[in-house]
């Protein structure tokens, strides 16, 4: 059965904060019918009546200088975060250092989107305003995590698939309801593990499920096929691959009638893998990724926020900042969770009286990757400590 797009009205990229109030009636997808010609058979249309919203909130997470900070670390890695300077994992520290992030003054100059974890899409502050208005008042949108975690993928190669699909159409309108307007689906693929066949048609058809039910709830899917860093191998495998993940990817995004222009895409960057020999130049990640996204990336699509995978802070942002020295159908922009919160965590410590200097750590970080995202980061000035590497071997969210 052939399928069409909704055509889409042209509107607005900024979204009015009363259409982020809670409470408000949920809209049912529709169906219609359109006759094509008098002899022709009558086709199913499908489009969420929520596609405006939808590309309103796409356009508005992909504007100019601004990108995603992914704060929807699951409560067991958050507390590794917090081990790293001696905390207890508890909610109060967990709400200590998420507040820290979402209050920092004029955050939303250089971040238009947060990932949340659900604990913290239904938190308050330390002061007691709901983490979600904090956000909004900073003209950033709230954003959820919405997969349940990897586990083993039977009949692979020691490979993994991701869970979550049960349920997920209740839970992602119950997210709408609490303010959420995006959400975000991790799948991994791993080169020195195949990657199979099978687990390659998995993550593609997991994604397609999540974003297709993801739009009929009113939040934009992130989709996001991470291609581990794990691996000796060089580039030009990691580019192999990547063309064969996202072309299955887009594929069944498109059986699944999913809205290209609905969408925003959190792809790995083009890099030989973190045990390679042969490092790449930030010129040479640039010209492979941009290769690969002509290659398979519709233009309908109006974001690409690459995750860092594991980059050291600036490694990521000159990445960012090469892929931004030419025009693309795009905005090629960021979604960093580590290469935006390394420093800013060290930096507070745990202490009262080290937000304000952690926030600020959180503002430089942001700003330069708001600049790379505009093609005008010269690296000038960095820190030792944002040079470090954060690769992690098998790493889990």
Known sequence: MASASATLLKSSPIIDKSEWIKGQN????????VQCNPTSAAFTVRASSYADELVKTAKTVASPGRGILAMDESNATCGKRLASIGLENTEANRQAYRTLLVSAPGLGDYISGAILFEETLYQSTIDGKKMVDVLVEQKIVPGIKVDKGLVPLPGSNNES?????????????????????????????SIPN???????????????????????????????????LDGDHGIDRTFEVAQKVW????????????????????????????????????????????KLLHRRIPPAVPGIMFLSGGQSEVEATLNLNAMNQSPNPWH???????????????TWGGRPENVKAAQDTL?????????????????????????KGMFVKGYVY
């Open 26 to 33: 949920l809209r049912h997808p529709s169906v219609c019918f």
């Open 332 to 346: 090629v922009s960021f979604s960093y969770a580590r290469a935006l919160q390394n420093t800013c965590l060290k």
């Open 161 to 189: 698939w991701c869970q979550g699909l049960d349920g997920l159409s209740s839970r992602t309108a119950a997210y709408y309801q609490q303010g959420a307007r995006f959400a975000k689906w991790r799948t991994v693929v």
């Open 247 to 290: 072309a299955e990817v887009f594929f069944y995004l498109a059986e699944n009638n999913v809205m290209f222009e609905g969408i925003l895409l959190k792809p790995s960057m083009v890099t030989p893998g973190a045990e390679c020999k042969d490092k790449a130049t930030p010129q040479q990640v640039a010209d492979y990724t941009l």
């Open 194 to 228: 195949g990657p199979s066949a099978l687990a390659v048609k998995e993550a593609a058809w997991g994604l397609a499920r999540y974003a297709a039910i993801s739009q009929d709830s009113g939040l934009v899917p992130i989709v996001e096929p991470e291609i581990l």
């Open 363 to 387: 503002l430089v970080r942001a700003k330069a990757n708001s600049l790379a995202q505009l093609g005008k980061y010269t690296g000038e000035g960095e820190s030792e400590e944002a040079k």
